[in-house]
């Protein structure tokens, strides 16, 4: 005895049997046209076929929704680690720019320490922001960052340029002349390893020691230079063998960065 009624969506021939013909004898359509007729007479209803297109498309648009989300919370939720994180990387690096390196777990202690003063400064020399403005990089402005150590004050002014395959930056200090070179360090985004990723080595930065910015009271910066040439009329350093591109990166990074803070060096504040 048939138990169950299908109906042809195509012309509304009805079927009887445990299930739809293979073809519609009205109108040859196939079985895949016949819709289940429950007892109230509406077709029964049906799930979404996992094998077609349509199943597949929203399948997948659904997962890409839910692993967006997924990251987009997780992102949210580490980005004050992540944070703590790059600050704390920034102050190893301003500290090694006044020759003392220390761990990751010290370096706030540290910096807290030997970090006496900060500010924002323009061009003119001004203060346009205090020490949070000067250690956040988020306002218009150059950060200097003062340092009391055994040696001395020290100014420490921020560097940024950009080199063969990203950007470059670094800070670099100098003496309460306001002239003389007491210490850098530099880093970058993406130079060549064992080549111009060599500016991020102490080997380096510590050439800078000693060199000046200003020769007879002009502006002339510090040169990097190829090895075994020379830069007439102010101090200069080696670059590295190999990543001339990366040298000359930071060779206008110091000019560029150091030619905004002529005024603060030249003052008598």
């Known amino acids: 005895m048939a138990t169950k009624k299908f109906r042809c969506k195509v012309c509304g021939y009805v079927h009887e049997g445990d299930k739809a013909p293979e073809k519609c004898p009205v ?39 839910l692993v967006a989300v997924g990251l987009a919370v997780t ?9 703590a994180n790059e600050d704390n990387d920034k102050r190893l690096q301003i500290l090694r720019s006044i020759n003392v390196t220390v761990t990751a777990n010290e370096a706030e202690a540290k910096y807290n320490e030997l970090i006496t003063d900060a500010f924002l400064i323009n061009e003119n020399g001004e203060k346009v922001g205090d020490a949070s403005d000067a250690f956040a990089g988020e306002k218009e402005g150059f950060p200097v960052f003062v340092a009391t150590t055994p040696e ?9 340029g950009s080199g ?5 930056w670094g800070y ?19 130079e060549t ?11 380096f930065s ?8 200003f020769q007879d009271g002009e502006f002339k910066s510090i040169a990097v230079v190829k090895p075994g ?26 000019f560029d960065s150091l030619n905004s803070y002529v005024k603060f060096l030249t003052s008598q504040n």
């Open 152 to 160: 001395g004050t020290k100014y420490i002014m921020a560097l940024h």
């Open 164 to 168: 063969l395959w990203g950007a470059l």
């Open 229 to 254: 040439k020379s830069a007439e009329g102010q101090d200069y350093v080696d670059g590295i063998s190999g990543g001339t591109i990366t040298s000359q990166g930071v060779s206008r990074m110091l």
């Open 75 to 83: 992102s949210q939720s580490l980005r004050p680690f992540q944070k």
């Open 193 to 203: 390893p064992g080549l111009g990723a060599e500016i991020a080595t102490p080997g």
């Open 27 to 65: 109108c040859q359509a196939p079985a895949s046209e016949f819709e289940e007729i429950t007892e109230g007479g509406a077709p029964a209803k049906k799930g979404m076929d996992r094998n077609s297109n349509a199943y597949t498309i929203i399948y997948s648009a659904v997962m890409v929704i």
């Open 172 to 190: 670099i200090s100098v003496n309460d002349d306001k002239n003389t070179v007491f210490g850098a360090d530099f880093s970058h985004a993406g």
């Open 206 to 213: 510590a050439k800078f020691k000693g060199k000046k910015l």
